[in-house]
């Protein structure tokens, strides 16, 4: 008989890994698809309308579900994984997928794209110029300016991260930093989207050990107050402080790299689980749909698969093609 009731939404060790990958993809899809209708509103407008479920038309004007270039990217990278000759990554398939879903809307709900960060339509259309060469290093297509920091290679970095934790590629060799470059490279090779991607992909790792949420923040803490790289100062609010302590109006959720993954590792740390992480997100206002699923990402992998609301996952558009390239990927990495 237990003599005191459990609260299984915090103890979630059990968790199993192929579980926990399912949800982070799913749970950043979802994620995008909240924020998608209001995408760019403030956060005070969006303290008078709050939301609290997953909405239809507004900003984009798009149907109920409807995911945007953050989870397109993200699946191109995926497929491009799904077809790679792992351990090599094909880098070029990955960029060459990036160039179908801006040139013909493939990774995309509807084949159509309607949103594009600056940065990422820049490097594409430098890639192009480069594309029948088919060089490993004419992917590098990121401008590498300081003002190229945008959110853009940390919203489609999480099916490499959860890659590189189930290599067993140590975060301190170089091959770790050295694949996170390249992928960030293709459109944002400065050093702060680098970073980015790299804290928030080791974080990615020490959730799905199974670590609580605190213990994984810990560790992530202790393993980047070891990084010797100029830049990584940007980042002391995550590293060296306990963002977590911080108020809502200390927290930015615009498009600005470091603004991103602040706001995505504040909203899971002090909710309690993946709806309320995802809401919270969403209702930061701005940069939404982007903060949601990158915050979406993570919920997913600390809480499971079957704390994504049901109806959520029924609302999804192309449900059954992004469940069955979910599920490929977990096939090929896990096998
Ligand atoms: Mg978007």
Redesign the pocket.
């Known amino acids: 008989m237990l003599l005191f009731k459990t609260n299984n939404r915090n103890n979630n060790a059990s968790l199993t890994i192929d579980n926990r990958i399912r949800a982070g993809i799913i749970g950043f899809i979802i994620g995008?698809a909240l924020g998608?209708p209001v995408?760019f509103i403030g956060r005070e407008s969006l303290k008078e309308n709050k939301i609290f479920d997953m909405e239809e038309y507004g900003t984009h004007n798009q149907p109920k579900g409807t995911w945007?270039?953050?989870s397109s990217m993200m699946l191109a990278t995926i497929d491009g994984l799904i077809n790679s000759s792992l351990p090599d990554i094909d880098y070029v398939g990955i960029m060459k997928n990036f160039l179908k879903w801006k040139r013909d809307g493939e990774f995309t709900p509807f084949n159509h794209v309607f949103?594009i960060g600056n940065a990422t339509s820049y490097a594409l259309m430098q890639y192009q110029r480069n594309i029948n060469n088919d060089r490993e290093n004419d992917i590098i297509c990121g401008t590498g300016d300081i003002s190229s920091n945008g959110n853009g290679s940390l919203?489609r970095i999480l099916p490499i991260s959860i890659y590189l934790h189930t290599s067993n590629i140590d975060y301190k060799d170089n091959k770790y930093f050295e694949i996170i470059s390249k992928i960030s490279g293709m459109t944002h090779s400065h050093i702060y989207s680098i970073l980015g991607c790299y804290i928030y992909s080791i974080y990615v790792s020490e959730l799905l050990k199974g670590n609580d949420k605190y213990v994984a923040y810990h560790n992530l803490q202790n393993i980047c107050s070891d990084i010797n790289i100029d830049g990584i100062d940007i980042y002391n609010r995550i590293i060296k402080n306990d963002i977590s302590k911080l108020k809502e109006h200390e927290i930015k959720s615009s498009g600005y790299v470091l603004d991103t993954l602040e706001a995505s590792i504040w909203c899971l740390l002090t909710t309690n689980n993946y709806k309320e992480a995802v809401l919270k997100a969403v209702n930061l206002g701005d940069d939404t749909?982007?903060v949601a699923a990158i915050t979406g990402g993570i919920a997913g992998i600390l809480y499971g698969y079957e704390e994504l609301p049901n109806n959520w996952i029924n609302n999804i558009q192309k449900k059954e093609y992004v469940t069955e390239i979910t599920g490929k990927f977990v096939y090929k990495i896990l096998r």
Request: proline share 0%; charged share 60%; aromatic share 0%.
């Open positions: 995008d998608v995408e945007s270039d953050d949103d919203m749909d982007t």
